[in-house]
């Protein structure tokens, strides 16, 4: 059998390897977060993603806007302001959901032709950009929902309540019901951002789709998801490093020169800066890796060869009759 995720890791690097512009799509992308990572890490955080964070600003804004009925030209530069932030903040979701589908689109064009460029890849994402960001929205809107007003509560439920009974039931609820609903959410949005971009779905039949075949293949997708997870976590680890290795030698010259303040500051205030050059680069390339791994893995479940996790390989070499 063939290796599965030394295939798809190979597969994105090269594309980025040949295609470096593919990091400002990756800058704009990682905006949209990294929900199957946000999960694993911290499943009960409530805290709403950029998406999320961006409809609850806007929606305050109108509620306060709607409820001021004594408007006057005082409040002009306010709303001339609050305006240009939303225009602001449109731009930068169209780009973010954009550079998402260039990235599915090159990694198509990639594995199709052996080679890829990113000429007409931001042109067809723009083209899909109403139901990627209605794919986006129904993840983020009902996963935030369900985290924030019911799943959140029940452990805050679970862990002031000493009665065993009441505490199995509701452990079984969030943990046995509502958390893989959360993750076969996920992943069916994922998925169906795959069907939109490269098979050219509406909304609703992909999203169907990409929950059908999440459903065909769960075991590889959530091992998929782990195998990513294990990445993402060396990948911090040596970005950290990095950025102190990059930052600490100008605070040793600036502690070494502090007889003059405008040198001392100066070094300081380039040291920052080359670590925010060094954050965006390692951002920039992990938003495009991410994305690149995930149409990876989708377009692998979608081909006419049939692709194995790394747990049947394992039981097909070892313990043969299981996987007949």
């Not at 990756?26 to 694993?40: D, P, R, T, W």
């Not at 589908?101 to 950009?129: E, H, P």
């Not at 605070?251 to 405008?262: D, E, G, K, R, T």
Request: aromatic share 18%; with cysteine; charged share 10%.
């Amino acid at each position: 059998m063939e290796p599965f995720y030394r295939k798809i890791f190979s597969q994105s690097w090269q594309l980025i390897k040949q295609n470096f512009q593919l990091l400002f799509f990756g800058l704009f992308a990682s905006l949209l977060g990294f929900n199957e990572i946000k999960m694993v890490f911290d499943f009960q955080n409530a805290t709403p993603d950029f998406l999320g964070s961006w409809l609850i600003t806007w929606w305050t804004n109108i509620q306060k806007l709607a409820g001021n009925s004594a408007i006057n030209w005082s409040q002009a530069d306010s709303f001339i302001m609050l305006i240009g932030l939303f225009i602001i903040f449109a731009i930068i979701v169209i780009l973010a959901i954009s550079s998402q589908g260039a990235l599915i689109y090159n990694a198509s064009k990639f594995l199709k032709n052996g080679r890829s460029k990113t000429n007409n890849g931001l042109a067809v994402a723009l083209d899909k950009f109403w139901p990627l960001l209605g794919i986006n929205l129904i993840n983020t809107i009902i996963g935030y929902f369900f985290i924030a007003f019911i799943i959140s509560p029940l452990v805050g439920l679970i862990a002031i309540n000493n009665g065993l009974t009441f505490y199995f039931l509701l452990s079984l609820i969030v943990f046995f019901l509502l958390v893989p609903l959360i993750v076969t959410l996920s992943f069916a949005t994922r998925f169906g951002m795959g069907y939109i971009v490269i098979y050219n779905q509406p909304l609703w039949k992909a999203f169907n789709n990409g929950w059908e075949l999440f459903r065909a293949n769960w075991i590889i997708t959530i091992e998929s998801a782990i195998t990513i997870l294990i990445f993402t976590v060396i990948y911090v680890a040596l970005g950290l490093a990095a950025m102190a290795f990059i930052f600490a030698p100008f605070i040793v010259l600036a502690l070494l020169m502090q007889i003059s303040p405008i040198v001392f500051y100066l070094l300081i205030i380039l040291g920052a800066f080359a670590t925010v050059v060094v954050f965006l680069l390692i951002t920039s390339f992990f938003g495009a890796f991410y994305n690149l791994l995930w149409t990876n893995i989708f377009l692998c479940l979608n081909g006419k060869a049939p692709s194995y996790s790394k747990v049947h390989r394992l039981a097909y070499r070892h313990l043969p009759a299981l996987t007949r």
